[in-house]
């Protein structure tokens, strides 16, 4: 019974850059770990939030959105997603691309 | 302003209870002939019929069904209609495990608006339309109101 507003599309936005680097185990196994740097690369993603709740959360939320990019598929209640926009999301632009439904 | 920086996300209206189909590359004929084939074959009471842009229609059926039977119905759509367009939203429909529909404008295309009624409309379509409604009310309070400024983590 519940009907969500879905908000989504292609977006870029900045992520950090993940190094390999290689760490002889104890059983003599060369084995690949990866860290992240504080170095940061522009990404093309696609994502999507879908808000339930009531109608202002959802408008302020759907505004919150178009600022901050979705972290993939988020199925979030728009009351839970004001509390703490930025579990959810990265900041980032949307951008115009051509993306199914 | 660039033009990356005019893009904005798209709307859409996502529940699991109504059947919606989107049919592109159809003429309008042949959606109205398999809207009111499949209303007539799985009993829905009514349909309406969306034109989202040239040659690309969506449909919204009024009946609540289950989100099993909703699968049943788009998958007997597409088996019987051969659409590839209709195939390829079916199963990224079964894949997020709900239905979507687009409401807002995107990109050269305008919201999606009502061209057929059939049947009933005081069931799903009902409350697609007041959700239509309220998003669109959404977009246009987002044209008009003046830019927001950039998400602060400090919410000042």
């Known amino acids: 019974m519940v009907k969500k507003i879905a908000v989504y599309g292609s977006y870029e936005a900045k992520v950090p850059v993940r190094q390999r680097f290689w760490k002889r185990r104890r059983d003599g196994i060369l084995q690949r770990y990866w860290k992240r740097t504080s170095r940061k690369k522009t990404a093309e993603m696609k994502g999507r939030y879908e808000f339930h709740g009531k109608g202002k959360d959802l408008y302020k939320a759907v505004v919150k959105a178009h600022h901050l990019m979705p972290k993939g598929f988020v199925d979030i209640s728009a009351e839970k997603f004001l509390e703490n926009p930025e579990k959810y999301g990265l900041e980032g632009e949307w951008i115009d691309r051509e993306v199914e439904s | ?156």
């Open chain 2, 1 to 156: 302003m660039t033009e990356r920086s005019k893009a904005n996300p798209i709307l859409g209206y996502s529940d699991t209870e109504t059947v919606k189909l989107d049919f592109d590359n159809m003429s309008f004929k042949s959606v109205k002939y398999w809207a009111s084939r499949i209303g007539r074959w799985f009993k829905l009471r009514g349909f309406i019929v969306l034109k989202s842009s040239n040659n690309r229609y969506h449909v919204v059926f009024d009946r609540e069904v289950s989100w099993s039977l909703n699968v049943k119905i788009m998958g007997w759509a597409c088996l019987q209609s051969k659409h590839k367009g209709l195939t390829g939203y079916f199963i990224l429909q079964c894949i997020k495990q709900g239905s979507t529909l687009r409401i807002s404008p995107k990109k050269d295309k305008l919201c999606p608006r009502p061209v057929y009624y059939y049947g009933k409309q005081d069931g799903q379509i009902r409350s697609f339309l007041e959700y239509r409604h309220m998003l669109r009310e959404f977009v246009r309070k987002l044209k008009t109101s003046p830019k927001p400024q950039p998400h602060n983590k400090e919410g000042r």
